[in-house]
């Protein structure tokens, strides 16, 4: 039968839920903000990896419920199984992301860009003609 986790095995894997749900926050914050939210959303992927390599592993959260608490394994087995289906969840986030980064927001910030650089061309004749204006108005005047 396994043992139950040490203090510090099951203080690291509290410590690993605290580092998780600062993640969920950043990449909430960032949802909205693709460049961003990308990279945030890779270190949750690895770290989910992680962290799930841990509590399936010995000492883990598997450990502790088989050996405290063997009424929850049906919970047990769930939650283990969910660990593969959030991992692969972020794998297809990740990569619609990565498609959307290289297509249509690529387009966006490429016209985006484009749109700024008639601004600062149309800007500048601006302030070309009315320097000139008030060039000329100072000469004649």
Known sequence: MPEAPSDQRQAQLLHQHRDLRRLFNEVEAAATRPGEVMPLLETLREALR????DEEGEGGLADAVRASAPWSLRRLDDLLAEHRELLEAADRLLARG???LAGPLAEFAGETRALLRRLRQHEARETEV?????HH???SG
């Open 50 to 53: 992680a962290h799930f390599v």
């Open 98 to 100: 990565r498609a959307l």
């Open 130 to 134: 009315l320097s000139d204006a008030v």
């Open 137 to 139: 108005d100072i000469g």
